[in-house]
């Protein structure tokens, strides 16, 4: 299988306030994640995939009732950001597989998911542009941490487990695919989202979209790896 074409060198240096606010709130919330999981990378995948699927049914949900009462259309936006919810959401079905959640953890989850949601849906009623740059930042971190994963599969830290099979059917991946080859689809994944979102919010930002404009609604739903070979 050949692996997906991921640019790691892909930041949005934040401009003005509300890029700094953005790339403030996720660096405080990427302490936490270190402090919390270290390198257990499974578990923290777990944990905050939870999360990282509540922006995108956020953003499709308020976009849906814009468009609704200003009877215009969404140029694509509700269906990318609902794929972009149920991908994250297979994620977390995927690693749920890989690193079984303790009863604290799914405390966790339920406890920040209710907080994440409230806040990053009045966020998003406030402003939508920086809403789109904290997912952009997020998912920036996410590629690290995804990238940090690979590395402690590389080097044996961590055991390189056959891929579960909700991944197989997911990704479309060979019997023979094992965990590394899920980290890889998974990290391309959330390069994806990364782009579209810093795409997002330089659209309502009024600059350039440049390399990270919204992709056709379908192709959220690829398998990653296949449109990279």
């Given at each position: 299988m050949?692996?997906?074409l991921?640019d790691?060198?892909?930041?949005h240096?934040?401009?003005?306030?509300s890029?700094?606010?953005?790339?403030g709130?996720?660096?405080?919330l990427?302490?936490?994640a270190?402090t919390f999981f270290?390198?257990r990378?499974g578990?923290?995948?777990v944990?905050?995939?939870?999360?990282?699927?509540?922006p995108?049914?956020?953003?499709?949900?308020?976009n849906?009732?814009?468009?609704l009462?200003?009877?215009c259309?969404?140029?694509?936006?509700?269906?990318?950001?609902?794929?972009?919810?149920?991908?994250?959401?297979?994620?977390l079905m995927?690693?749920?597989?890989?690193?079984?959640?303790?009863?604290?953890?799914?405390?966790?989850?339920?406890?920040v998911?209710?907080?994440?949601?409230l806040?990053?849906f009045?966020l998003?009623?406030?402003?939508?542009?920086?809403?789109?740059?904290?997912?952009?930042?997020?998912?920036e971190?996410?590629?690290?941490s995804?990238?940090?994963?690979?590395a402690?599969?590389?080097?044996?830290?961590?055991p390189?487990l056959?891929?579960p099979?909700?991944?197989?059917?997911y990704?479309?991946?060979?019997a023979?695919?094992?965990?590394?080859?899920v980290?890889?689809?998974?990290?391309?994944?959330e390069?994806?989202?990364?782009d579209?979102?810093?795409?997002?919010?330089?659209e309502?930002?009024?600059?350039p979209?440049?390399?990270?404009?919204?992709?056709?609604?379908?192709?959220e739903?690829?398998?990653t790896?296949?449109?990279a070979?």
């Amino acid at each position: 299988m050949t692996a997906p074409l991921v640019d790691l060198s892909v930041h949005h240096a934040p401009r003005g306030v509300s890029d700094r606010v953005a790339f403030g709130f996720t660096k405080v919330l990427r302490f936490c994640a270190d402090t919390f999981f270290a390198k257990r990378y499974g578990h923290r995948a777990v944990v905050l995939e939870t999360v990282a699927a509540v922006p995108g049914m956020v953003g499709a949900t308020i976009n849906h009732l814009t468009c609704l009462r200003r009877m215009c259309d969404d140029k694509g936006w509700i269906k990318t950001l609902m794929d972009e919810a149920e991908n994250e959401r297979m994620h977390l079905m995927t690693f749920i597989e890989v690193a079984k959640p303790t009863l604290f953890e799914r405390f966790v989850i339920v406890a920040v998911q209710w907080v994440f949601y409230l806040a990053f849906f009045a966020l998003y009623l406030v402003s939508a542009k920086t809403a789109h740059r904290v997912v952009g930042y997020f998912e920036e971190e996410a590629v690290i941490s995804y990238t940090h994963y690979l590395a402690e599969l590389d080097e044996g830290r961590s055991p390189n487990l056959p891929a579960p099979a909700i991944a197989l059917k997911y990704w479309d991946l060979p019997a023979t695919a094992t965990l590394r080859d899920v980290v890889l689809v998974v990290r391309a994944d959330e390069a994806h989202h990364r782009d579209v979102n810093h795409g997002f919010a330089n659209e309502l930002g009024g600059l350039p979209v440049g390399e990270v404009a919204p992709c056709p609604p379908h192709r959220e739903l690829q398998p990653t790896w296949k449109t990279a070979a």
